[in-house]
């Protein structure tokens, strides 16, 4: 079983930045895709970023593409969510999940974490 926590999270203003990381307990974690949800006050969960467990391949929402980079350390097993030129509607918790394969889609990740509030103020 894979337990994952993320950091990094906090209170910035509009046009700011935050990196976001997601630790893994495993050094299974070279195996896993990763993947980074958010879910905002009265909103469903969803996808935001995604990388494959060799950190080839990257997957991105169109809301944040642009501005936001997904990377992982295998050695540190560690994923990581550069978010830049933030915005109001970031504002979220923001989770990782490890899956099998790259994917959007939230049942297809087998592990989350506990996640972490990002506000973004106007």
């Known amino acids: 079983q894979v337990q994952l926590a993320e950091s990094g999270g906090g209170l910035v203003q509009a046009g700011g930045s935050l990196r976001l990381s997601c630790a893994a307990s495993e050094r299974t974690f070279r195996y896993y895709a990763m993947g980074w949800f958010r879910q905002g006050p009265g909103k469903e969960r969803e996808f935001v970023s995604a990388?494959?467990?060799?950190?080839?391949?990257?997957r991105y929402a169109s809301s944040v593409a642009g501005r936001f980079t997904i990377s992982r350390d295998n050695a540190k097993s560690t994923a990581y969510l550069q978010m830049n030129s933030l915005k109001p509607e970031d504002t979220a918790v923001y989770y990782c999940?490890?899956?099998?394969?790259?994917?959007?889609?939230?049942?297809?990740?087998?592990?989350w974490g506990q996640g972490t509030q990002v506000t973004v103020s106007s």
């Open positions: 990388i494959s467990s060799g950190g080839g391949s990257t």
């Open positions: 999940a490890a899956s099998g394969l790259v994917s959007t889609t939230p049942n297809q990740y087998d592990y």
